[in-house]
């Protein structure tokens, strides 16, 4: 049983727990190059693509293995926390988020990374971070309809089409596999026609 | 000076990244995070400073139900994150104190951009309940519909603005 499902993660061993994962989260992001903005906008500009790579591959790796887990009945996907499907709220955040990301330089878990790094712009982001969600939670109570109509507490997109959890997280390994190809062909043309 | 290590292959990183999750989902029962960390930690300064305004926001007052806002297993992981970048950079000898910028961007101009852009992406990640941590990495690894529209807005939008703000790096 997970610590989710016992209501035990905010206590002593929980908080160890996370700091111990959040430890090996931002040793692989800086690992990856992510403690640098100048690296991680670049994808923007069409110049180098790990910022797709990493996460397709992460993603991919932990949805297989995720998958495999749960049919040798070792993990119970429905006991963990799921981050929430809200259609409309997800498209204007991810479309501020988007902005904030290519003119900031950052994202939050990449910015502490960089302040580990020394770097003052993504300290400066953090600043920014922590008082733009201030500004949200002032104006959340007239958005309230906005944000939480239509929200599902669970909307896997494999098994709202009639397909498993395994050749899901299957052919989302083929996506990560094919868009990075992909990638590193445009990386090759671009650096051919700017030497 | 010691010089900087290359980093590592990003399909290295990617499944040393993903089998962390992994770990996450199996002891803590949830995926990594770390927007609401901050956001934790600005609601917990602000209460220090405004504690009647903070405890009058029905956004914020849930947060400090049990006492503290901050006192939760998402700051931790944020400290943590910190924790494990920063041994990591100095072992690959990449800290390196100062402001990142392309060559044609002032520190100024650099410094706005980060305070704005962190604002937006602040909001942004409030308004989708999680950022590229928490919804789009650990959400799509549970292969989620909010998680991939997130994700295809984050990216859209983020390559259609890149244009409007190439002088602060290239």
Redesign the interface.
Known sequence: M????QDL??GPF????????????????????F?????L??I??L?DF?VL???????????V??AA?AGLGA?D?G?????????W??????????????????????????????????L???????????????L??RLRGF?HGGE?P???????IGLG?LP??VV?LVIAVAA?LAATRVERLVARRNP | MQSERPYWNPYVAGVGLGLTLVLAYVVLGTGLGASGGIARLAAGTAHGVAPAAVEHNTYLAAWFADGSAVRHYLVAMLAGTLAGGFLSALAAGRVRPGVERGPRSGIVLRLACALLGGAVAGLGARFAQGCTSGLALSGGALLQVGSFVFTGATFAAAFAFAPLVRKEWR
Not at chain 1, 2 to 5: H, I, K, P, T
Not at chain 1, 79 to 87: C, M, N, Q, R
């Open positions: 997970n610590l989710f499902a993660l905010n929980g908080l160890l727990a996370a700091l111990a994962i959040g430890g090996a989260f931002g040793f692989w992001l800086e690992r990856a190059g403690g640098s903005s100048r690296k906008t670049a923007f500009y110049q790990a790579k990493v996460m397709f591959t992460a993603m991919a790796t932990a949805a293995s995720l887990l993990v996907l006991a963990l926390f799921v981050p929430p499907t809200a259609v709220p997800q498209l204007a955040g991810g479309a501020l988020f988007g902005i904030g990301f290519v003119a900031g330089g950052w994202c939050p878990g990449t910015a502490a990374v960089g302040v580990a790094s020394g770097k003052g712009d993504a400066v982001f953090l600043v920014g971070a922590g008082a733009g969600s201030l500004a949200f939670a002032a959340e109570p944000l599902q669970v909307c896997s997109l494999p098994e709202s959890a899901g997280a989302l990075s």
